[in-house]
């Protein structure tokens, strides 16, 4: 499915994000399209878990990572190739097709393990493509000057399907088994597209030799201009840093914390909110103000800020005190994750910009989770204090790195 770009620009260019129509379709299109993966996640643990045993039903969930980690520097080149709207359109189509296809297999049938496990490895190949594109669409719809605030927007409604997804997804459940929350998903997933084919993009200058060059060379040409961008090149790195600190600690890290502290699923349960809630001001943050000076340096902060309090995590003395610390962590790593986001926006060339997407993504996506069973075992070992300290550091020089490099740490964002 396809639709034709209207104009040279976005309508609404020199609008507020939060009052620009076309802004607003987009957002709708990716909130609607992020409530369903919510609740397509839920029903593929929940189904998974009735078929098979609780390290089978592991295997299920983590199995989309390993297409997604392969595939994703490729996607980059597709979403630039073809145009990120066209690319996220057809991949919300193909995973909307899928999901309901075996939402109606589980209604004839019930769950077999093999068709959940095919299900995870399409929607983890889609995934390869439509995350790169999601990454580049930003840029195209509305001006650099509003790109910070497209961030905000696009963390608050990140908050809001993570929030109601989950629910959503338990009740189908329980009202129709993993069958009618698979068809949720799809239906959901589904609203995203008519949203997205009346959206206007920005018109990129014609590739004559586009058809001449290989997807390799495109792949190539789109990592050696990172490696040569003054901005970019730190900056990925950063953000790479930032991630494998931050996605042990917070994952695997915080359930054992829990579980030797005494606080329980619902002491856990706590502080994971106020972790939400820190990131869901800072999305607020920058959806109101639309812009903040100095974004290179305050990124760099914020890091710094965030690993510290990571660290500081380990030894909150209650479930209060632990919640106080979680809410500082979501406000700096909200923050920091925005700003770096629109960073990448403004300072990469829109024609790479789903080539860059890709390597930010392949770095926080497919690499940093690799972190968990190391960071589990290391707690194993030495117990959490000092992992969520080494963890911390290793956070930290992401910081240190925006700061410490001189035109990262100048980048501003455009008014």
Same mark, same amino acid.
């Given at each position: 499915?396809? =639709?034709?770009?209207?104009?040279?620009?976005?309508?609404?260019?020199?609008?507020?994000?939060?009052?620009?129509?076309?802004?607003?379709?987009?957002?709708?299109? $990716?909130?609607?399209?992020?409530?369903?993966?919510?609740?397509? $996640?839920?029903?593929? #643990?929940?189904?998974?878990?009735?078929?098979?045993?609780?390290?089978?039903?592991?295997?299920?969930?983590?199995?989309?990572?390993?297409?997604?980690?392969?595939?994703?520097?490729?996607?980059?080149?597709?979403?630039?190739?073809?145009?990120?709207?066209?690319?996220?359109?057809?991949?919300?189509?193909?995973?909307?097709? +899928? *999901?309901? +296809?075996?939402?109606?297999?589980?209604?004839?049938?019930?769950?077999?393990?093999?068709?959940?496990?095919?299900?995870?490895?399409?929607?983890?190949?889609?995934?390869?493509?439509?995350?790169?594109?999601?990454?580049?669409?930003?840029?195209?719809?509305?001006?650099?000057?509003?790109?910070?605030?497209?961030?905000?927007?696009?963390?608050?409604?990140?908050?809001?399907?993570?929030?109601?997804?989950?629910?959503?997804?338990?009740?189908?459940?329980?009202?129709?088994?993993?069958?009618?929350?698979?068809?949720?998903?799809?239906?959901?997933?589904?609203?995203?597209?008519?949203?997205? &084919? #009346?959206?206007?993009?920005?018109?990129?200058?014609?590739?004559?030799?586009?058809?001449?060059?290989?997807?390799?060379?495109?792949?190539?040409?789109?990592?050696?201009?990172?490696?040569?961008?003054?901005?970019?090149?730190?900056?990925?790195?950063? &953000?790479?840093?930032?991630?494998?600190?931050?996605?042990?600690?917070?994952?695997?890290?915080?359930?054992?914390?829990?579980?030797?502290?005494?606080?329980?699923? %619902?002491?856990?349960?706590? *502080?994971?909110?106020?972790?939400?809630?820190? %990131?869901?001001?800072?999305?607020?943050?920058?959806?109101?103000?639309?812009?903040?000076?100095?974004?290179?340096?305050?990124?760099?902060?914020?890091?710094?800020?965030?690993?510290? =309090? &990571?660290?500081?995590?380990? $030894?909150?003395?209650?479930?209060?005190?632990?919640?106080?610390?979680?809410?500082?962590?979501?406000?700096?790593?909200?923050?920091? !994750?925005?700003?770096?986001?629109?960073?990448?926006?403004?300072?990469?060339?829109?024609?790479?910009?789903?080539? *860059?997407?890709?390597?930010?993504?392949?770095? #926080?996506?497919?690499?940093?989770?690799?972190?968990?069973?190391?960071?589990?075992? =290391?707690?194993?070992?030495? !117990?959490?204090?000092?992992?969520?300290?080494?963890?911390?550091?290793?956070?930290?020089? !992401?910081? *240190?790195?925006?700061?410490?490099?001189?035109?990262?740490?100048?980048?501003?964002?455009?008014?």
């Amino acid at each position: 499915m396809t =639709a034709t770009v209207i104009g040279t620009a976005p309508a609404g260019t020199d609008r507020p994000a939060h009052r620009d129509g076309n802004v607003l379709r987009w957002l709708g299109a $990716y909130t609607s399209s992020m409530i369903g993966d919510n609740v397509y $996640y839920l029903a593929l #643990s929940w189904a998974a878990v009735q078929a098979g045993t609780p390290s089978q039903a592991g295997l299920v969930m983590a199995v989309s990572a390993v297409p997604r980690a392969l595939l994703m520097l490729g996607g980059g080149v597709v979403a630039d190739r073809f145009g990120p709207r066209k690319v996220v359109i057809a991949s919300d189509a193909v995973r909307c097709a +899928a *999901v309901l +296809a075996v939402a109606a297999l589980l209604f004839a049938a019930g769950p077999g393990l093999w068709l959940l496990a095919l299900l995870a490895v399409v929607f983890g190949t889609v995934d390869a493509v439509f995350m790169p594109a999601v990454g580049a669409l930003p840029a195209r719809v509305t001006g650099h000057g509003q790109l910070a605030r497209v961030q905000g927007m696009r963390g608050l409604a990140i908050r809001f399907a993570n929030v109601v997804g989950a629910p959503l997804g338990g009740l189908a459940v329980a009202l129709g088994g993993p069958a009618a929350a698979f068809g949720l998903a799809g239906m959901l997933i589904a609203v995203s597209v008519p949203l997205l &084919i #009346s959206v206007r993009m920005r018109e990129l200058p014609a590739d004559d030799k586009a058809a001449e060059r290989t997807a390799w060379r495109d792949l190539r040409d789109g990592l050696g201009y990172i490696r040569r961008h003054r901005v970019l090149a730190p900056l990925i790195a950063a &953000i790479a840093l930032g991630d494998f600190g931050f996605v042990g600690p917070l994952n695997v890290g915080l359930t054992l914390l829990a579980d030797q502290r005494g606080w329980g699923a %619902a002491g856990m349960g706590w *502080v994971v909110a106020g972790f939400g809630t820190g %990131a869901g001001a800072a999305a607020l943050l920058l959806t109101v103000r639309g812009h903040l000076p100095h974004a290179g340096r305050v990124a760099g902060v914020a890091i710094l800020g965030g690993s510290v =309090a &990571i660290g500081a995590l380990a $030894y909150a003395p209650s479930v209060a005190g632990a919640v106080g610390v979680a809410l500082l962590v979501g406000l700096l790593a909200g923050l920091s !994750g925005a700003l770096c986001g629109a960073l990448l926006q403004t300072h990469a060339d829109p024609a790479y910009l789903g080539r *860059v997407t890709a390597v930010a993504g392949l770095a #926080s996506l497919g690499l940093a989770p690799l972190s968990m069973p190391v960071a589990a075992a =290391a707690i194993g070992w030495w !117990g959490t204090g000092p992992v969520f300290v080494a963890s911390a550091a290793v956070c930290g020089l !992401g910081g *240190v790195l925006a700061l410490c490099v001189r035109d990262l740490r100048r980048a501003e964002l455009p008014r």
